[in-house]
């Protein structure tokens, strides 16, 4: 062993760095750690003790595994074909180590090393990947926007400006990005600018703006505030008005508003809105509103298919009892000999059949909660006594059973008959009638209510949107044709016949009703529907199948079809032929007209 190694074996940093820099390296951030030759921990500072949660007097005179596994140990004492910085990870921090080699006179007397907890750095770098991310994802949103968006600071400057403004206005973005407001009309590439404006009343505004392409557009400037409730940006919307009617989207937008508020008023428990825009079905649904918070027993009337289930839910919902269950049963759905099992259970061997543990009704399924009794005029006479004294004595008896259980349930009932007459005629009983009556809601028709058609559309076109994963829309003809029709069977017969139109349809734009060949052929409709476009000679070979075939149909031969055509025999026949040929008339087409081959 050399003399200097020798002298400095039990202190390696001798009393020189003792005298000077001990107490420096026990107080600094970093935490220290001096080796001897022999790699034993011979310095151990506060801040080492602190970082890897071990006492000084634990470790001194140790080799460095007394802190951490062979493997990182060997990787961290100092060698000259080594780097001299190196970052492990120790329990959940992640430390940056550095090492120097102690001389002293050029002998090696050992080596000293500084370890740093650099945790912190790689959460500053996550979190400014997130920032980056979100920047990253802003910028996409403004650039995939339809709308030209402008964006300035509070003095004019422009920052940035997306692709859709290039789009509309035909300015590239580097010809103004940078420059001011005031330059970029001066220059005459736009028009007015409004930043001033926003900025002095941090409020919204709207102007139309000519552009040098000749466009004209409508501007509409918002501010951004700081915390202080100044002006530190303004961005702006730019719509090309020549792509828009602004009646129509004036009318689009105040329907949406009266939507919104109505969705509020008027709540659904399955899709969350109720469309009530026309005012007899508004002073129906008031009265459900008014009676929905008490108790009281209410029948609801209307023909089949005007939404009654619709106001028996919005009174669920809006009741006290709306966090238990909703229990719908339909009394004309259930076979007669079902039904009283069904509403009420039954015991153990109660019948031939019956559950070898029995069953719960559903009464005692709706306790505390509301039970809704769809098409209550088809209850039969045993049944509507049982149901009498659920009413007065909130009472039922499972079928089998003697036991008497207690309910406590809100009863709605709806029918689509006149229980009145039904009384008239022995078919239903006056007493249950008087004890559903208490409050009676009736439901208008749909032609009593045209005004509730455009939302109803809109609402279900949504809807069939949603499920088909379409994009289709209807437009303000289609919804007129709709209003033209009277609806015997109401919202359910005008929900059928929308998605009827919505599926048959390959249009995305929806404008009119779209009747296709079979419903053509059936003389349903003895005008010649159109939808979308086709190349004529294909729409002339579609009219000419149609009206040979229904005239083959009626006259059985080519004579008597050319004479309903007011055709030669052999000008039909040779159409005909082309038909077959062409694939218009097929096998099937064939046998239905006449088996197997054309009778002359």
Not at 235 to 249: G, H, Y
Not at 254 to 264: A, D, G, L, P, R
Not at 420 to 439: A, G, P, W
Request: contains cysteine.
């Amino acid at each position: 062993m050399n003399k200097a190694a020798e002298k400095h074996q039990n202190k390696p940093y001798g009393n020189w760095l003792a005298d000077h820099f001990e107490l420096f390296f026990d107080t600094c951030y970093s935490g220290a750690i001096v080796l001897n030759l022999e790699s034993n921990i011979a310095f151990f500072n506060k801040s080492a003790a602190d970082l890897f949660g071990i006492a000084a007097e634990d470790v001194l005179g140790h080799p460095l595994t007394k802190i951490f596994t062979k493997s990182t140990a060997n990787m961290l004492l100092f060698r000259e074909n080594l780097q001299s910085q190196y970052q492990f990870s120790y329990h959940d921090k992640e430390i940056l180590h550095s090492c120097i080699l102690m001389e002293v006179g050029g002998e090696k007397i050992g080596s000293f090393h500084l370890f740093k907890d650099v945790t912190w750095q790689k959460q500053v770098e996550s979190e400014l990947n997130s920032v980056k991310e979100r920047e990253e994802d802003l910028e996409g949103i403004i650039q995939s926007s339809y709308d030209g968006i402008y964006i300035t600071d509070y003095t004019g400057k422009t920052l940035m400006v997306n692709k859709s403004h290039e789009r509309i206005t035909g300015i590239k973005a580097s010809d103004i990005v940078g420059k001011n407001m005031r330059e970029i009309v001066d220059e005459g590439l736009v028009s007015v600018f409004i930043t001033d404006t926003v900025v002095n009343g941090k409020a919204p505004v709207t102007v139309r703006q000519s552009v040098s392409n000749g466009k004209q557009v409508i501007i509409t400037g918002s501010p951004i505030l700081d915390k202080y409730g100044n002006v530190k940006k303004v961005i702006t919307n730019v719509r090309d008005v020549t792509e828009l009617i602004e009646l129509e989207k004036h009318l689009k937008a105040t329907k949406e508003m009266v939507n919104i508020y109505k969705k509020e008023i008027f709540k659904d428990t399955s899709d969350g809105r109720i469309v009530c825009d026309s005012k007899a079905f508004q002073k129906a649904m008031e009265l459900a509103g008014r009676v929905a918070s008490k108790d009281s027993t209410v029948l609801i009337l209307g023909e089949t298919g005007v939404g009654k289930e619709v106001v028996a839910k919005y009174i669920h919902s809006n009741s006290k009892r709306k966090n238990n269950n909703y229990i719908k049963i339909n009394c004309g759905a259930i076979p007669v000999n079902l039904l009283e099992s069904e509403l009420f259970g039954y015991v153990k061997g109660a019948f031939t059949g019956a559950s070898q543990t029995g069953k719960i009704g559903m009464f005692e399924l709706a306790n505390e909660g509301t039970i809704f009794l769809d098409e209550i005029g088809e209850l039969p006479l045993n049944l509507q006594a049982s149901l009498l004294r659920v009413l007065q004595e909130n009472v039922i008896t499972r079928v089998g059973d003697t036991k008497v259980r207690k309910v406590d349930v809100r009863i709605i009932a709806a029918t689509n008959r006149d229980l009145e007459k039904m009384i008239e005629e022995k078919t239903f009983r006056s007493d249950l009638f008087y004890r559903l009556n208490v409050v009676s809601i009736t439901v208008p028709p749909l032609r009593e209510r045209v005004d509730d058609i455009p939302g109803l559309a809109e609402s279900m076109i949504s809807k069939l949107n949603e499920k088909y994963n379409e994009k289709k829309i209807i437009t303000s003809n289609f919804i007129s044709l709709l209003c033209g029709r009277d609806w015997p069977g109401n919202v359910r017969e005008m929900e059928n016949f929308i998605e009827k139109q919505f599926v048959i349809s390959e249009e995305d734009i929806m404008d009119s009703f779209y009747s296709p060949l079979e419903d053509a052929e059936d003389g349903s409709n003895s005008q010649i529907m159109v939808n979308g476009i086709v190349p004529l000679k294909e729409a002339v070979k579609r009219v000419e199948y149609i009206l040979i075939r229904k005239a083959l149909l009626q006259g059985h031969t080519t004579y008597k079809a050319a004479e309903l055509l007011g055709t030669s025999q052999p000008t039909l026949f040779r159409k005909y032929k082309e038909l077959v040929e062409e694939n218009f008339i097929t096998e099937e087409d064939i046998k239905k007209i006449w088996g197997s081959a054309p009778s002359s």
